[in-house]
Nanobody, 123 residues
C-alpha cells in the first residue's frame, strides 16, 4: 500500500487549499479513506473520513463546515478541500486507508499512512 499526499503549502488565514492523496498497491475502492493531522508538539488527531463509495463522511467538530472530503475511485485519489483556514489548522496532514468501521470513529489502527504534507496558515 502506498499513499502519496500532496497540495500542502503556506496560506493566509481565511484562505483555501486542496490536498490530494494518490493511492496504489491495493484495491482503492474497497477501503475507506481519511485525513489526520499533527501540529507541532501535539499528538496526531483525526480530521475526516469517507467510506468506500463516497456517500458517507465524518468530520471532527473543529473542521466541520470548513473542510470537505471527497474521493474519485477511478483516479484512486482522495481529496481534502480546506476553506476558511485558521492558524490552528497548521499541521502536517496525513492520509490514511482503513476499514470504515475504524475511520468513522477516528482511528487508524492497523491501517496505512501516507507520508504527510505540511499546511501552514499564517495570521
Amino acid at each position: 500500500v502506498q499513499l502519496q499526499a500532496s497540495g500542502g503549502g503556506l496560506v493566509q488565514a481565511g484562505g483555501s487549499l486542496r490536498l490530494s492523496c494518490a493511492a496504489s498497491g491495493y484495491t482503492f475502492s474497497a477501503y475507506a479513506m481519511g485525513w489526520f493531522r499533527q501540529a507541532p508538539g501535539k499528538e496526531r488527531e483525526f480530521v475526516t473520513a469517507i467510506n468506500w463509495s463516497g456517500d458517507s463522511t465524518y468530520y471532527a467538530d473543529s473542521v466541520k463546515g470548513r473542510f470537505t472530503i471527497s474521493r474519485d475511485n477511478a483516479k484512486r485519489t482522495v481529496y481534502l478541500q480546506m476553506n476558511s483556514l485558521k492558524p490552528e489548522d497548521t499541521a502536517v496532514y496525513y492520509c490514511a486507508a482503513n476499514a470504515w468501521s475504524r475511520l468513522r470513529v477516528g482511528v487508524n489502527t492497523a491501517g496505512s499512512w501516507g507520508q504527510g504534507t505540511l499546511v501552514t496558515v499564517s495570521s
